[in-house]
């Protein structure tokens, strides 16, 4: 079998022209072979760079497009293609957006693997140590307290026993901080498990250990990204002088980053994106290198239908991690863009049994948002 063409689908919600927020746009991969058997991938970033990453002709032995490297390989050689992508994206890769990249090859390699051989992706990883995983919901806090309460009672009805709220107005100040966590945990109830991401918006330690003081009253889970994943002595700092644990890493690619951030800022938590840290082969080595350094792992993931199937195969094999995020985005490349997306029930999502990563896209939703084609 050998690949015969990648193609890139850039989709946006709002006009070119009108600002997008999270959610509102996305970028997939159809990864083709000469069986019929195409492969689909996600990453959770800037469209046209990938695109860009993807579709460019090559400018010396150093700097090649991924579409180039990968035609007429065999695409069940994921690793080899992997360390190939890598290695010959060198100029323009290597971290960032061309790693972001790779890992949307890497998930559509792995969706071709599954459905050539008529196994889910989890099997060919090695085999699910769980049927489901329990998920937390995640939104974008309102503006006022009185908005949130009602936001989380209709996450809590909706079956939900963890929540993550982050971006809006969160980690502009104090006060308004303050009064918004302080209403969700009234709302949820005093034992009820709430984390808050921060987008790195407190900046410092300092301010951090200041703001982390004052919320201490509402029992906080963790507090996620409160500074940028650059401070790596700062996270080693607020691991040494809060209660809450300190997670972070959505930003971070490849085992290298995330080995620097182990070692040297020591999170409680650590949050690789699979769509963005290396795709799930790289997952998978992160995985490996939180257990040696004995560090709890739950994956960031706010994206459409395919980053949550990928995530599901990867957290079914991780034997000490079983709690995945679960978007609650409204929009349409969210709720619409695979027709089957893994549903929350009761609290948890189930692993699909359908091989490769068990999806169906909406092609009529890929043709209304479509964008640079």
């Not at 890598?86 to 971290?95: D, F, I, L, W």
């Not at 200041?210 to 500074?227: G, S």
């Not at 290396?278 to 792992?297: F, N, P, Q, R, V």
Request: glycine share 10%; proline share 5%; with cysteine.
């Amino acid at each position: 079998m050998k690949i015969t063409d990648v193609e890139v689908i850039c989709l946006r919600v709002p006009g070119l022209n009108k600002k997008s927020v999270w959610g509102e746009d996305a970028v997939l991969v159809k990864v083709y072979t000469d069986e019929g058997i195409v492969g689909i991938g996600e990453t959770d970033s800037s469209p046209l760079v990938v695109k860009s990453l993807i579709e460019t002709p090559n400018s010396n032995l150093a700097c090649f497009g991924l579409k180039e490297i990968l035609i007429g390989e065999n695409p069940l050689e994921i690793e080899k293609l992997w360390d190939k992508m890598y290695t010959y994206s060198n100029y323009v890769g290597r971290r960032g957006a061309g790693i972001h990249a790779i890992s949307a090859i890497d998930i559509a390699l792995w969706d071709i693997a599954g459905k050539y051989h008529g196994k889910p992706v989890y099997e060919l990883l090695g085999g699910k140590f769980r049927d489901k995983i329990r998920a937390y919901g995640t939104f974008i806090p309102a503006d006022t307290p009185e908005e949130n309460r009602k936001i989380v009672r209709e996450l809590i009805n909706k079956g939900f026993t963890s929540l993550k709220f982050g971006g809006g107005i969160l980690g502009d100040a104090p006060e308004s901080d303050y009064e918004i966590i302080k209403a969700v945990r009234e709302e949820a109830g005093e034992n009820f498990q709430l984390q808050i991401d921060l987008a790195a918006k407190w900046r410092t330690p300092e301010h951090t250990i200041f703001m982390a003081e004052k919320l201490k009253e509402f029992n906080l889970n963790w507090i996620e990204e409160p500074i940028g994943s650059d401070d790596l002595v700062g996270y080693r700092k607020l691991g040494d002088s809060i209660k809450p644990m300190i997670a972070g890493g959505e930003t971070l690619t490849t085992r290298y980053e995330f080995q620097n951030f182990l070692e040297v800022g020591k999170p409680d938590l650590v949050q690789p994106d699979v769509t963005r840290c290396g795709g799930i082969s790289e997952s998978m080595k992160i995985y490996k290198l939180s257990e040696t350094y004995g560090t709890k792992l739950v994956p960031h993931g706010f994206s459409t239908g395919v980053l949550i199937a990928a995530t599901v195969h990867f957290l079914a094999v991780c034997e000490n991690t079983d709690l995945i995020e679960y978007s609650q985005s409204t929009s349409p490349l969210y709720e619409k863009l695979v027709k089957n997306k893994i549903e929350f029930k009761d609290g948890y999502v189930e692993v699909p049994n359908t091989p490769g990563l068990g999806i169906e896209l909406d092609e009529d939703i890929i043709k209304k948002y479509r964008v640079f084609n």
